[in-house]
């Protein structure tokens, strides 16, 4: 448990003092459709979303389908709001994205930006 807080406490300060690399993120909740067979049409649901900070890091790397540049976007795990799973989009710099690929580590959770 002590080293696990020497971790979380070392997160907490990496992004204090990264600062100035700073962006606002909101992750979207993705939208549930179902359908009413009695009323026969759709039903749409989305529960809204929230926002956190995170760190936009250009990286020069191709994603997974080979269309290029990206970026890295790192935010604290403890700031996510249940599973990252149901979210189907985050919007950072006023541009929304599909999520990609993202690993979680327990501590930062990097995602993979398209085209930003």
Not at 36 to 46: E, L, P
């Amino acid at each position: 448990m002590a080293l696990r807080n020497t971790i979380l406490k070392g997160v907490d300060t990496a992004f204090r003092i990264a600062s100035d690399l700073k962006v606002e993120v909101t992750f979207n909740l993705a939208e549930s459709t179902s359908y009413d067979f009695a009323a026969g049409k759709a039903i749409t649901k989305s529960s809204g979303s929230f926002t956190v900070d995170g760190i936009l890091l250009k990286d020069e790397k191709a994603v997974s389908d080979g269309s290029g540049v990206s970026s890295l976007l790192l935010v604290k795990k403890s700031d996510i709001e249940g599973d990252l799973n149901t979210y189907s989009s985050f919007t950072v710099l006023g541009k929304t994205y599909g999520l990609d690929d993202y690993e979680d580590n327990g501590y930062v959770i990097e995602i993979n930006v398209r085209g930003a």
